[in-house]
Each structure stands twice: as structure tokens, then as C-alpha cells.
């Protein structure tokens, strides 16, 4: 049972209060400011706590998450609340509703008490992008713990929270979950309803969780999951993602994505998954080498798609409709200059500019056309390779969590901690990553399962299955 599943069971038989489990986050977030993990808190929190409390005497409070505290990613709006998706551009700006995810988690009673730091909007792999700060790993705090939804991953790592909502375009939940020793669930594209998310990507933008436990990630996205109206990109699995029955290992089938245990990986997590594998094996399940050569073209075709995408989304900050405006400009044009020049940090003009010139007329058909050709060879390959095997397996990141600055100067670098991610992104793939380090070892190690789309609940049930035999081996 994860702390989540434990929390709610405290909750029921009265062992605890939400008002005392509410004090206790605000105690953490104020005794680890230091980790730079939140942007803002929530003080009527406590007050929510209070009437949660008085409601569960209450015969009909069925509700599934009565009383849990949360922390939701800075890039989702919740009613009233500031959103800033980590920029400058939006300080200030006042959430007119509530993101669908995050309304279905308040329905079932939980309770929101923080908004987590992040890349600005959501670009990067290490929160260093923030214009709020950094965010520290909590192992380590001269390290990065990922990004962009570091701030989540660490509030948990912290036990600000047993759980925080994070987005991955390609790989903001799973890489700093494997930066920080949690799990991190990305699901199918349109599971969860990107209503009230900050649009990144939008072809591959998703709203996921990164909790303690597949358990604990596994009730949070059942919640999360469905058809929305507000986004008619989401779908039905009708299936529930709770009933982790247990998954027959005996007749089980992993692919290993040999392209992702080479030379370029750090060899502490090459052998960290091969020994994971091993574990995998020794319990019986079948075990197969899996090489899939277009995996090499995801991460060039990931940063032509995302910025083109990026340029687009990020038109609508123009000074006029959202928070950030220049003061004393002389006409519109330099309302739209000044108001853009100053709210965005260099990452976001980097990206506008990027994804200007990939879609402007004459490289169009170059760049865009042809890296979305790619993405369909991409897409075709990585779905045969998943209808010979339950699943695909290989380590979430190429490197071990790195030093706050190391790659700042070098945006290149930066980018090629997205090359085991960007993949399942690029292809819609429910994807999660789960914590494999050796007890030896001080840094966590990431490794990642994928499966097919729509295949969340299965992929679920048997990451619940392994975690078992994977906290056995550590
Ligand atoms: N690190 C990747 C990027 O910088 C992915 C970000 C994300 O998933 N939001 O684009």
C-alpha cells in the first residue's frame, strides 16, 4: 500500500484529521522552502480541511479522496488561484476556472494546498528554466530533480504530499520522477482531459501523476481519466484502473529496447535495468531484445514538432489579453514587442523563434512536413514492435540527475535528456516510470514501461505486480 492508500485509510477510521494532515504539508512546504519545490500556497486549505472534516460523520461521503491533500502543477488553472506555468509572462494572473483534472480530484473530496514550481511553461528538463528559481533534488540538493514538473516530483519526494499532478509533453513527469526515486505516470494521449492545462504541445501534452506508488498513481488517474467536453481529443477506456488484479508473470512478454542500453547511457543505469530485467526474468517473465532504429530520429523530430506547436500556443500572450503588459508603449506593435521581450525568458524566445521558422513558408515542407512524415514512421514502427510484447522496457533517462548549472549554458545538452521520453510522446503511449535503484547506489535510477494506447489499465496492474519483485531486488 502506497502513502496515499494509507493516508485515506487513516482518514476513515478516524486515526487522523484532514486539518491535521493539512497543518502537517504547510509544516513540510514551510520547512523545506528551501528546495524551492512550490510557487504558492493555498491557506484556505485549512479551512477546507475543517469542512471536509465535519462532512465525513456524514453517512453519504463515499467520496474517494475525502480530506487527501494534494499539489498540483503550476500550469493547471484552479478557480481564484494564481496561475503562472513558471513565467514571468503570467505573475499574477488569476485562474477564471478550474482544469478538468483537477476538478475531478477536488470532487472526490481532496483538497489543494499548493502549486508546484516548474519550467516555464513546461520547457525543460531540470526546472532550472523557472523564473521562480530553480528547484533542488531532495536527495541532493546541489542537483537538479528534472523537469519540468520538478516541483511536483520533489514535493513528493519531500512528503510535502503523497501525491502532486504534473504534464508531460515528453517527459516532464517521468524524468523527474526518475530524477527523485517516485513513480510517474504519463497515460495514453486524451485520458485526461487537457482542459485548463497551459498549452504546450497540444499533439502530445498530457496530465498525469507522480505519487509514491503505482497503487497510489493508479487510483489518482482513475479519477483523472474519461471523456471530457472540454476536450474533444479525450477518450473512455471504460475500465477501471484501480482493479490491479495482479498480472500473470508466468505468461508475460517485455521487450527490452536494446537501442537504449548502449554506449552514451550512464553505465550505472545500464546496469541498474539489465539487473532489474534479470529480477524480471528470475519470476518468469519472457524476456526479448527489441530494437527499434527510428528511435533514433524521435528526439530531431520531437524539437521541430513541439516548437512549431510551442509558437503557436504562445501567440495568445500578447500583452493585451494576459497578465504581462509593457507599460509606455507608443502603439499596438510595441505593446506586442515590449509586453513578449520582457515576459518570456530566453528557453521560450528560443522556442517561438524555432517553431516560427520551421513553419515559415519555404522550410515548411523541410522541416515540419517531414518530421511529422517521421512521427508516422515512428508511430508504425513502435506499434509493431508493442504487437509482439505486452510491453516495452529500457531506462527513462540517458543520465543520472546532474548538477544545477551543468547544462544551462548548453541548451543541446538539455534537450538530449528528452531521447528515451520524447518517443512514447511523439506516439501517444501510456508510459510509467518506476524507481530501480540499487540499495548501493545514492542516485535513483528511472526505469520505464511502455505499452500500447488504451492499454493503461494493464500497464498499470502490471507495474503493480513488479514493483514487488523490483523493491526485492534494490
Ligand atoms: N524536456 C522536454 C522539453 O524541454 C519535455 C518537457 C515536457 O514534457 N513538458 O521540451
Redesign the pocket.
Known amino acids: 500500500m502506497g502513502p496515499l492508500l494509507q493516508q485515506i485509510a487513516a482518514l476513515k477510521s478516524g486515526e487522523v484529521t484532514s486539518h491535521e494532515l493539512v497543518e502537517q504539508c504547510f509544516e513540510v512546504i514551510e520547512a523545506k522552502s528551501d528546495y524551492n519545490a512550490i510557487i504558492s500556497t493555498r491557506p484556505q486549505a485549512l479551512e477546507e480541511a475543517r469542512l471536509s472534516d465535519s462532512s465525513r460523520s456524514a453517512p453519504k461521503t463515499t467520496r474517494r479522496l475525502e480530506g487527501v491533500p494534494f499539489i498540483v502543477k503550476d500550469n493547471l488553472l484552479t478557480t481564484g488561484d494564481e496561475m503562472t506555468s513558471g513565467s514571468n509572462m503570467l505573475r499574477g494572473f488569476v485562474s477564471p476556472y478550474t482544469a478538468t483534472a483537477v476538478q475531478r480530484l477536488l470532487d472526490e473530496g481532496a483538497i489543494l494546498v499548493a502549486k508546484s514550481n516548474m519550467d516555464s511553461f ?4 531540470s526546472t532550472e528554466n523557472s523564473d521562480f528559481g530553480p528547484t533542488k533534488n531532495p536527495i541532493d540538493p546541489s542537483l537538479v530533480p528534472g ?2 514538473s520538478g516541483g511536483s516530483a520533489a514535493a513528493v519526494a519531500l512528503d510535502m504530499t503523497t501525491f502532486a499532478i504534473g ?6 513527469i517521468r524524468q523527474p520522477a526518475a530524477f527523485t526515486g517516485t513513480v510517474g505516470y504519463k497515460p495514453t494521449y486524451g485520458l485526461v482531459s487537457r482542459y485548463g492545462m497551459t498549452s ?1 504541445a497540444s499533439s502530445t501534452d498530457t496530465v498525469g501523476v507522480i505519487a509514491r506508488s503505482t497503487a497510489d498513481a493508479a487510483l489518482v488517474m482513475d479519477i483523472m481519466a474519461g471523456k471530457d467536453v472540454n476536450d474533444s481529443t479525450t477518450i473512455d477506456l471504460n475500465e477501471e484502473l484501480t482493479s490491479l488484479k495482479g498480472a500473470d508473470l508466468s505468461t508475460a512478454k517485455v521487450g527490452v529496447i536494446t537501442d537504449w542500453l548502449t554506449e552514451g547511457v550512464d553505465p550505472a543505469i545500464v546496469e541498474t535495468v539489465e539487473s532489474a530485467v534479470e529480477a524480471l526474468k528470475s519470476q518468469g517473465v519472457e524476456i526479448v531484445e527489441v530494437s527499434v532504429p527510428e528511435l533514433k530520429y524521435a528526439l530531431s523530430v520531437y524539437y521541430i514538432i ?1 516548437p512549431a506547436e510551442v509558437s503557436s500556443n504562445l501567440s495568445r500572450y500578447d500583452g493585451v489579453r494576459y497578465r504581462h503588459t509593457a507599460q509606455s508603449s507608443s502603439d499596438l506593435d510595441s505593446l506586442y514587442l515590449k509586453s513578449r521581450t520582457e515576459g518570456f525568458n530566453e528557453e521560450a524566445k528560443r522556442r517561438i523563434i524555432l517553431g516560427t521558422h520551421v513553419l515559415s513558408s519555404g522550410y515548411y515542407d523541410a522541416y515540419y512536413k517531414k518530421a511529422q512524415q517521421v512521427r508516422t514512421l515512428l508511430i508504425n514502427a513502435m506499434d509493431k514492435a508493442l504487437s509482439d510484447v505486452d510491453f516495452l522496457l529500457g531506462p527513462t533517462t540517458p543520465t543520472l540527475p546532474f548538477k544545477i548549472g551543468e547544462k544551462t549554458a548548453d541548451p543541446m545538452q538539455m534537450y538530449l ?2 531521447i528515451m521520453t520524447a518517443p512514447s510522446s511523439l506516439c501517444g503511449l501510456p508510459t510509467i516510470c518506476l524507481p530501480i535503484a540499487g540499495s548501493d547506489q545514492k542516485l535513483p535510477v528511472g526505469m520505464q514501461l511502455l505499452a500500447g494506447r488504451r492499454q493503461d489499465s494493464q500497464l498499470l496492474n502490471f507495474a503493480n505486480t513488479i514493483e514487488v519483485v523490483l523493491e526485492k531486488n534494490k
Open positions: 513546461g520547457f525543460g528538463s523537469g519540468s504534464t508531460d509533453t515528453a517527459g516532464s504546450m513541439m535528456s528528452d
